[in-house]
Every structure is written in C-alpha cells, then in structure tokens.
C-alpha cells in the first residue's frame, strides 16, 4: 500500500480547511494529543493537521479500500505519526482499543459522498454518470444499491425514499421503478436517474437540480448503513474525547446535522433540577458549543470549492471536569457565605404568600 499510488482519481479540495484547523487547534497544542480523522477519504485534512501540529499523532479510518491506499501514500512521509486504519467510524473504540490508546483529543468528522467517490462513475454514487449500481463506500463487503431497487419491497422502497430522501413523490417513483424491474433487471446509474425522472411531475423537475438527486442519496444511505453508523459514532467519539479536547462535524444534509445536533446539545445542557442555585456534582454539561447552531461556509469558501455549498459545521469542546469541580466548589462557598436576611428589628424576611407590604412582621 505504501508504493506508488500515481494521482488519486477524483479531484480533492477540503472543505472548510482553515476553519476546521483554527476550532482544532487548542486541542491539537495540548501534550500528547492524538487526532482521529473520522473519514479520511483522500487525507487533505489529515495532511494539514501533521504538518502545522509536529507533534500531533494521527488516527484515520475509512472504509473504503482505494480512499485509504491514496492516504497511505499521500501521508507516508510523516512516518510512525499515522495510524491508518480500514473501518467504518463507528469502529472507533475498537481501533483505539487495539491501538491502546484510551483517549482522543480532536477528531473530524467529514461526513458524506467522498470526492473520490462522486469523481469517479464506476463508484455509482453520481446520478449524471452512466455506472453500475453499486454506491457502496466499502466495496469489498455490502448490499449494493441495485440489489435494494431490483429485490426490496415496493412498500420497503416507498419508505426509504421518503425517510432518507424526503422525496415526496416517492411512491410514483417506486410505482415507476416497480414496473421497469418486472420487464428486466434494472443495473445502470443513467436508467435509473431516467426512470425517477419519468415519475416527478414537470412542473415538480423545474425546480431544485437533479430530480434523481434524493432518490440517489435515499440509495446511498441505505446501501452504506450511515445514519445508524452516525447516531452511533457521534457518542462513542465524545466518550473518549480528552478534557479540553475538540471535536468538529460537517454535515451536508439535513438528516445527517439533526443527529448531530442532538447529541452534541444532549451533552451541553444540565441535567440537574433547574432550581437549585449551584449545579449538582455530576449534573453539569460535559460539552461547551463553540459554534452558534451550524456554521454555513462563506461566500468566499463556495466560489472555491463548490462541494462545500451546503455544509453545515459543528464544534465542541470537552469541559475539563477538574476545572468545573473547581467552580462548583467555588460557588457553594459563596452560597453558604451569603449573609442572611435580618428577620428582627424592621427585617421583613420573605413575605407570606398573599401578603402585601403593610403587613410586617410582629403586627397585631
């Protein structure tokens, strides 16, 4: 894997790169740290990362084999710094576990369809190419996209459409797919992007791109397991993170940020009786938000890479439990310092409920 791999196939321009760098950084200059690159893809990321961090050990998993050589030997020159690994980023604690490394101290998830990928037509993830219909990211194991079109209920199919496309004209799609399979296999990209749009109304395919467009993303997330693979990854990462330690994710469909979201602001919320005036030990947000909901890229950031048009990004640190046992500490001794209330000589203490302020304390 390591010999001479020639020019990658596909065109790769990271996405967000100097943003990325400058939410990681903190956490990539604390001692020791080692960074996982979720989905290393063709390891532009990866390769900034060791280069401005010297002493930053690197963790990258992909399940795709040809992604993985091209980052083998894009990344070869920094040595025993890499360990690069063929799974699926849900995987996490297994790999850390073999690689006996208990934590993490940044990690970047760059979710979805690799330039890789999309590039290259024989993948079958691009709708605009003829291909076989395969969309597997790992193609050495998995149900292919055409096995679902050709052998999966009608009713199976309508539901995948819906869910993981939001199609809403899924069950004409379907009704369409359905009838075409019964004359003969269907196996190409272009035949099934051409059958999708014989099924959208006209007025429908004159807006939003690509009428093949959800139902291929439909296509993809179920050949690829990825919005169960995400619900799981996401947690297992922010498990092993390190105190101070940051994560980022881009995602780039609406399915994909709401898991996200939900539980990164599961883990920056208290969980405490919101009453009580200092936090219960253990009840405290794990998680501090270092971006204000999702972060869309510039107008600046689209002109040069177009593939970053509908990312949506998400940051956050680890809170350093020491340092919040600290302040916790701190604001318990300022409650019990506070000087009470005189309730003697003219002190009117807390008035009973329904009682107005003429009726004082000691009155008749």
Known sequence: MGGDMGEPRGT????????????????????????????????????????????????GLDRDTEALAHARHRLIRFGDRTRLVHAVYDELPRVLAELEIPAIHSGLFDLGVS????????????????????????????????????????????????????????????????????????????????????????????????????????????????????ERAVPAALDVLAPKGRLVVMSYQSLEDRIVKRALTARSRSTGPVDLPVELPGTGPSLRLLTRGSEPPSEAEVAENPRAASVKLRAVERIDEQEQSRKHNQAVGAVRERPRMSTTRGGRGRLRPGANEEEGEGRA
Do not use: W
């Not at 321009?13 to 290393?40: M, N, Q, S, Y």
């Open 12 to 59: 790769h321009v990271p996405v967000l790169l100097e943003r990325c760098i400058e939410l990681l950084a903190p956490a990539l200059e604390l001692p020791g740290a080692v960074h996982v690159d979720f989905t290393l893809g063709l390891g532009g990321h990866a390769e900034a990362v060791l280069e401005r961090f010297p002493d930053v050990v690197l963790v």
């Open 115 to 230: 330039s890789l990928q999309l590039d290259e037509a024989d993948r079958g993830f691009a709708y605009a190419q003829d291909a076989p219909l395969d969309m597997r990211m790992d193609q050495s194991r998995g149900v292919t996209a055409e096995e679902i079109v050709n052998e999966y209920a009608p009713g199976e199919l309508v539901r995948i459409l819906r869910q993981y496309g939001e199609e809403k004209f899924a069950p004409r799609v379907v009704s369409s797919i359905v009838r075409e399979r019964a004359k003969g296999r269907i196996t190409s990209t272009a035949r099934l992007a051409e059958l999708v749009k014989d099924a959208i109304p006209a007025a429908a395919r004159r807006t939003g791109g690509n009428p093949a467009k959800r139902t291929f993303q439909a296509l993809r997330i179920e050949v690829n397991g990825e919005l169960e693979v995400l």
